[in-house]
């Protein structure tokens, strides 16, 4: 998960705030209502800031990995072979995913998950079934010449294309939630978007440092509209604003030196942000079945959003960490 060059340090930062948003919302879910309980009123202000915090996290980091797939392919002649491209995906995404999937359905009934949920993309393990066939998609593209090659107009065509595969899966599918699909399909465009920003990433895109600026306060400013609206944090509608978002970080991100970015802190995170992701939910899950926090979290709407972000952020960093250190359990969260 780390930095593939001296010069990406900016990507591992962003990759690491990602994780961090992430962690934010999954901190706001027991009092917006996005869980399977809630004992306390919604809190307007995590309501409100939930959706924009989830869709920058999410965004961003399908984007990342679609940049980070398109540069290592392109300028580091890598993944070139299909065979061994997927088994390193499967291994890191596959086995993880299934393995702390059966692990939840045994040991946390509460939260009503079942092994059907397995197929279809199970609590905050969806993601890495969606990174998986993501990663097939973009390969498949590239086998038969629709990626590295391709044009600039036929690139723009097949990002409009899977924005418009969103409509017709969700619309005229019988099956929205097999394998996931809804949403890959949902994140392809930011995936595909990411790897032609790095096909691309020679051209400058924004020449001013006030536009970039200007770019982020407007996405960001378009992502809280659309929560002050009330629509649901899975629309489509927010992974626009929220690729501006983090197209203009990047842009500006760029204009700093490698050194600006390198921390001990910043890599540690990095290197262990996919088994934080996996071990967070874990995390407050368990933190939210026990009484006394329970209560204690119901009574305390605001400071309770902090307090679940600092405990299911040191766990999980101290357990992937541990994970990380063990040769025959690094496997298990990529």
Not at 213 to 237: A, H, R, V
């Amino acid at each position: 998960m780390g930095s593939q060059s001296g010069r990406l340090h900016y990507i591992s930062v962003l990759r690491v705030c990602s994780m961090l948003l992430i962690v934010a919302f999954h901190s706001m879910c027991f009092y917006t209502g996005n869980w399977w309980y809630l004992c306390t009123d919604i809190v307007p202000l995590w309501k409100l800031l939930s959706p924009p915090t989830v869709n920058i996290g999410l965004t961003t980091f399908v984007f990342l990995s679609g940049f980070l797939y398109g540069y290592l392919y392109i300028e580091k002649n890598k993944y070139r072979n299909a065979m061994s491209f997927l088994t390193n995906k499967s291994r890191r995404l596959l086995i993880p995913y299934f393995f702390w999937g059966i692990i939840m359905v045994i040991s946390l009934p509460a939260v009503h998950v079942s092994w059907i949920n397995l197929f279809t993309g199970i609590a905050h393990l969806w993601f890495l079934l969606m990174l998986f066939e993501l990663f097939i998609i973009i390969m498949l593209l590239n086998m038969i010449g629709i990626g590295e090659r391709s044009s600039k107009n036929i690139d723009c065509i097949i990002v409009l294309l899977s924005l418009f595969l969103i409509y017709i899966w969700k619309n005229y599918s019988n099956h929205h939630h097999f394998l996931g699909m809804e949403s890959t399909l949902h994140y392809l465009p930011s995936f595909l978007i990411g790897f032609y920003y790095a096909k691309y990433n020679h051209i400058k895109i924004i020449n001013s440092l006030i536009i970039t600026l200007s770019l982020f306060c407007f996405g960001l400013f378009l992502l809280i509209l659309l929560s002050y609206l009330d629509f649901e944090d899975s629309s489509t509608l927010y992974r626009i604003p929220a690729i501006i978002v983090t197209i203009s970080t990047i842009e500006y991100a760029k204009q700093f030196p490698s050194r600006f970015w390198q921390s001990s802190i910043i890599s540690s995170l990095d290197k262990n942000s996919m088994g934080i992701y996996i071990f967070n939910q874990f995390v407050v899950f368990i933190l939210l079945l026990i009484p006394d926090f329970n209560h204690y979290l119901c009574y305390h709407p605001y400071w309770g959003v902090f307090f679940i972000f600092t405990i299911s952020l040191t766990i999980p960093w101290l357990l992937a960490n541990l994970f990380n250190r063990v040769k025959y359990l690094s496997f298990l969260i990529g």
